[in-house]
């Protein structure tokens, strides 16, 4: 048995030989915030940059360009989610040459 960090489970690193450390059903259950006076053991939440998209199972980080682009990007496939039905319109329509 090997022994990590808790800061390296579920960061989207796969750090143990068995994959145990990014898991599924342990990586869906971390909480996103502790309570104030929390101290027990606790998954940590990836951060990610300003601009970035947080994955919906709180495992990755995705760059913009690949949310809505048709490729779940994320685990959970959060980056391609219902708020992506209007993008492809919003995309084309700001690729359309507008004649005054």
Not at 34 to 51: D, E, V, W
Not at 71 to 89: I, M, T, V, Y
């Amino acid at each position: 048995m090997t022994c990590i960090h808790k800061r390296f489970l579920c960061d989207g690193n796969v750090d143990c030989a068995d994959r145990s450390d990014e898991d599924a059903k342990i990586c869906s259950k971390k909480p996103k915030k502790l309570a104030p006076g929390n101290f027990r053991y606790s998954i940590q939440t990836k951060r990610c940059p300003a601009t970035w998209f947080f994955c919906g199972d709180g495992t990755n980080c995705i760059e913009p360009r690949y949310v809505c682009d048709h490729s779940n990007d994320c685990r959970d496939g959060s980056d391609e989610g219902e708020f992506c039905r209007g993008w492809d319109n919003m995309r084309r329509n700001a690729h359309d040459k507008v004649i005054h």
